[in-house]
């Protein structure tokens, strides 16, 4: 065997060692992206489980919810404060879990039952006189989900 041959082959040995490694470095970056999409998604869902755990862990916090719902004026000031910025908070989960999967989902079925389930939590949570009011005065600071947030309000309201 001559050097020339000895070159060739060693030639396309590191070009077979490049190319698996190119191959494995894209799977674990397309994990890596996946383990910090799902990350991202905990974060805000764990922000909607922290919502549901203070109102369940409060009769205080949860009698204020049940009479702001229906309407502001039944709140004095304290509880008018605390209803808005449970509202708020929420807002911001939904604007935030909306954003994260329009930037990092591929259009598809996921995509589509994502969208579903942001849709239900705003009509659970929205679909209330006191709720529409916090939305009407709220409503120009949540541009992405706007639209998102009134025509489920719109079509549950049809229903």
Known sequence: MNWDA??????????????VTL???????????????????????????????????STEKT??????????????????????????RILNTIESWYMQ???TSPPGEYRDQQIENIESVIVYVLN???ALEIWGMTKHTFVPVRKLVDDAISSARAS
Not at 39 to 44: C, I, L, P, Q
Not at 67 to 74: A, P, V
Request: negative net charge.
């Open 23 to 57: 191959v494995y470095l894209s799977i674990q970056v397309r994990i890596a992206n996946q383990q910090r999409e799902m990350e991202s998604f905990r974060h805000n869902w764990d922000g909607l489980n922290r919502m549901c755990e203070l109102l369940g862990e």
């Open 128 to 130: 209330y006189p006191g």
């Open 6 to 19: 000895i070159g060739a082959v060693a030639e396309t040995v590191g070009t077979i060692a490049v190319l």
């Open 63 to 88: 009698a204020i919810v049940i009479r702001g719902r229906e309407s502001l004026e039944s709140l004095n000031d304290e509880e008018r404060m605390v209803f808005e910025f449970m509202h708020l």
């Open 101 to 103: 999967l329009m930037k």
